[in-house]
């Protein structure tokens, strides 16, 4: 017994290590940012490199929004993000639901098809979408981002991986107490999946926090811009404004950390206990 | 203009009945003449639709609003970016291809470039292109390390993030997710700063320890490992997430019934977990590859591509060809080649994936 | 045979059958392709497809009373970035008060307005009247026939003579001028005093890059001459082989890249970097900052431009900065070369009001004293307008470089800097460039190779001759 007790003690302590390693190597470069965005550019270009965050975060902040009015682009970055998130976690779940529970004609080419979509690398796509945008008058707005990519492909991939988990004698066992498809998707799949359904919200509120090629051909009046293209504004040729760039980014980080402590409670474990019962 | 089965006798009527009644001997008259045709086009029309399958109308459903979008959305691009990889970009059109004026609806659809046509040409050119090889290569270099790097690290955190007895789950989860939502622009500048030969932190540290300035930047074997870091830093928290949230699917029960047949922590691992993670593994490892392949923006910015070309990527040259160079149809096969391949790439481990 | 309905058997053929003559009939007197006549060729300015590089409409003569003649548009859009945006902010306050018009300039991130401004060029809308362009970008750009050329308008207002008159052939393709000039970079070496001093290093005792690498031995090791980062050999063998007087191609169309002039820049620049006096630092990074900020890099060879980033950056090093002509490659020869310059241009897609608009701004900020000095004078613009420079101020003593007339030399390097054959094909031989010389520098290859190489590839990738 006190050699299994040992031996877990071990496991704890080296767990626990590792973990934390991980945690600095992640928060290592973040906390550069940090102080980055706390010191005036000056003390930030200095060797050896300072360490210890400054207080010049509020005139920073001030210069930066005097230069685009970043509040407004947290603003716009949010705004699509969150809509764009909410609509692709109800398209991407049904279809992953599909792809992984029924069988249908066309399934696996239909599926590549999709997969084959997620490479496409945007670069060359942002030329005919552009042209495509100018014909439809959408140029400017914000339905022009959010709806080519609302049915994610990684949305979908991940859904129908993540489904194909649910046992199906569940699934026969509500629909011969008469269930509609609708209602064992929406009743019974859909809950399961919390977590997964968690982690693809945030990836799909990364994948358009991120997206920046695209946007900025599409957006045209800077009261319009999100974070990304307001950072490439920052970013010109004979100045670089570090400062500005580090506040903006420091600020960038705050959305990103809510999203993640509302879907804290959603990554539970053992959802699917229980609901076994043989 | 349907036969109606009612006549009216009404006065005033009657004129208009006789008149309906010659026109409709009339086109009987034709139609009997036709019906041999009309029969075989109704045969055909019959056949073919027997012959479509028809799909069960829910699946149909929930996938529609995808195709919906895409077609919509996303056709066009794709397929123009096809029909342009068989040109070669000559420059803006003039004037318009093709124009429609109903009266108050008028739609004009310009003409969108000048282009020569080339047919396989471009894909000629990039077959025998150096640094079009030089790019795959070097895509496949960081791949080939990097993937596999961030997935075992992404794993092993996601399990001891899922293991009972941590605490701070929440504090840890979310600190080692952070990276993801780094500003590109922002972090890249960081990552310069760090790995600067001269003045940056990394060496400083590590001469600390006695190792050598290392040549991050400037070094092309090097470079790419910088970019490899650099990609691995960002994209580990968030696989880690994905991972997790695959750990949380996987019944409780599996576990205690496990235990009750005395397995012990690694044969827990192997039997339990792997077997039941092996769908959203799959997932992580498909993504994190076509992400890779697709890398752009660390190299872009980083790096710029060198030194000596060591570290540009396939979507780099691509991008450098269609902004930098204007050789749009080029770019387009390139684009055409990569899609295809990496298309193939990501069905084979699905199917390798063991696919059921 | 079951009977259905009669609507259903008949009416619905009819019903498609009668639809597509209606369609066919309808549609056939209202599609075309081709032009329509009258029809309103939209809103952009590409008509007629004689496949010219499209034309300007007749009113766009750019009297400078903004009224009279063709009519002009009220509001325009002007797209720059960094200091240029906002300088030409201060031409479009003035341009405003006196003409009854509205100028909207909008600052970009460089790469970012690049990649949007391409983008808008290449799918046909969205562009702006007024817009940047690099010189080392002109013929690119102008290759692609969205940019409007502007011969005549140069031509009536007479201007063409007083421009410095190496910045024209980048902007001339075919005989057609596209973009109007604005800045210029004249090169120089920027120096600081106190580290010369100190290690008595005599700027005027440099002659030939020989004399520069041989004072610059009087470093001590932690300091170094200059900085030659492995990032931007492209730029360093640019601004050399345009002080030869070197093009990239001949007339005809050939590469030119691995001739005499080529190979002993290429030796230059291996020299330089054997000598060991060389940081590699990548430019405009905190770093690369931070070492001119320390003196830890002694000399800057840059252009004119350069002292609005040193003042905007390093403010403390105020007064602590010399400038001398570039080096000479051997001795008596040239030293004087030009590296970057701006210049704007009118996107041919604009409606001809726009256009017209645009090129009296243009004119009104590029082609009259007030406004390039103005320019010059707040953010640091070296004026490509030659009839600024016999002005006072540019004899002026400046304290930045304590107490030189800086610009002086500036303005003569202008006025003797060659011109320089940019082409669609330049990029392919920054590249080349860029890739053959950084494996010079590594030793796998002598200057004679890189160059070599360099040629071939980009004739292999352009379909075009070695010379």
Known sequence: MREQRRKDAVWRFLTYAFVITMVVVMMVPLYWMLVAATLPQEQFLQFPPRLIPGTAFLDNFAALQERLDFVRTIRNSVLIAVVYTLLSLVLCSMAGFAFAKYEFKFKEPIFYTILATLVLPIQLLVIPLFLLMAQLDWTNTFRAIILPWAANPIGIFLMRQNMKSIPDALLESARMDGATEFQIFYRIALPTMRSSLAALAIILFLFQWDLFLYPLVILETADMYTIPIGLAQLTGFQRIYYDQIMVAATLAIVPMVVLFLVLQKQFVSGILAGSLKE | MATSDETDDRIGQGYRRRVRMKIRTATRQSRRAMRPVWDRVRFARQDLTAATPTLPRVAYLFIAPFFLLFSVFLAFPVFYTLYLSFFEYQGVGQGSLFWIDLGPVYIEIPQIAQLNFVGLGNYARLLGNDLFWQSMFNTSYILVIQVPLMIGLALALALALNASFLRLKGVFRTAIALPVSANLVAYSTVFLLLFNEQLGFLNYVLAGVGIGPVPWLTDGFWARNTIIAAVTWRWTGYNMIILLAGLQTIPQQLYEAAEIDGANRWEKFRYVTLPQLKPVMLFVVVLSTIGTFKLFAEPYVITGGGPTNSTITIVQYIYRQAFVNFNLGYASALTVVFVAVVSVFSVVQIKIGGED | ?467
């Open chain 3, 1 to 467: 045979m079951t009977k259905k309905p009669d609507y259903a058997r008949y009416g619905r053929r009819r019903l498609m059958k009668g639809a597509g003559l209606a369609g066919l009939a309808g549609l056939a007197g209202c599609i075309g392709t081709g032009d329509p006549e009258g029809g309103s060729g939209g809103g952009d300015g590409s008509d007629g497809s004689d496949g010219s590089e499209g034309s300007d409409g007749s009113n766009s003569s750019g009297d400078d009373n903004g009224d009279g003649g063709g009519s002009m548009a009220s509001e325009i859009d002007v797209w720059g970035w960094d200091v240029a945006a906002r300088a030409l902010t201060i031409s479009a306050e003035e341009y405003e008060s006196e003409n009854d018009a509205t100028v909207s300039v909008e600052e970009f991130g460089r790469s970012a307005m690049k990649d949007r401004l391409q983008t808008n060029l290449l799918s046909g809308s969205g562009a702006p009247a007024v817009s940047m362009l690099e010189s080392v970008d002109g013929p690119s750009f102008i290759d692609t026939g969205s940019v409007a050329p502007l011969t005549d308008e140069i031509e009536e207002a007479g201007i063409r003579e007083d421009f410095v008159s190496g910045k024209w052939e980048a902007l001339t393709v075919d005989g057609d001028i596209y973009a109007l000039p604005w800045d210029t970079g004249p090169t120089a070496v920027y120096y600081r005093r106190s580290v010369y001093d100190e290690h008595d290093i005599d700027p005027d005792s440099i002659e030939t890059w020989a004399d520069f690498i041989e004072e610059g031995q009087k470093l001590p090791d932690e300091q170094y001459m200059l900085n030659l980062p492995e990032g931007d050999l492209s730029g360093v063998w640019r601004y050399q082989f345009r002080q030869l007087s070197g093009e990239p191609f001949l007339e005809s169309g050939e590469v030119n890249i691995h001739n005499e002039k080529s190979l002993r820049v290429a030796r230059n620049i291996k020299e330089i970097y054997d000598a060991d006096i060389a940081a590699n630092i990548e430019g405009w990074t905190a770093a690369w900052f931070s070492a001119y900020g320390d003196a830890t890099i002694a000399s800057l060879p840059s252009a004119a431009w350069m002292e609005g980033t040193l003042r905007a950056e390093l403010p403390d090093t105020a007064g602590d900065w010399g400038v001398f002509k570039i080096p000479a490659l051997e001795s008596g020869g040239p030293r004087a070369s030009n590296w970057g310059g701006s210049n704007l241009m009118i996107a041919d897609q604009v409606s001809d009001e726009e256009k017209a608009r645009g090129w009296d701004y243009m004119e009104y900020s590029l082609a009259t004293e007030e406004m390039q000095l103005a320019m010059y004078d707040e953010y640091g613009l070296f004026p490509a307008l030659e009839t600024v420079y016999d002005e006072p101020v540019f004899d002026e003593e400046l304290d930045f470089y304590d107490g030189q007339a800086a610009r002086a030399l500036f303005a003569e390097v202008a006025q003797e800097s060659p011109g320089y054959r940019f082409t669609a094909d330049t990029p392919e031989v920054s590249q080349a460039i860029e890739t053959e010389l950084q494996r010079m520098i590594n030793g796998e290859q002598s200057p004679e190779e890189a160059i070599q190489a360099a040629a071939e590839t980009v004739a292999e990738n352009t379909d075009r001759d070695l010379a």
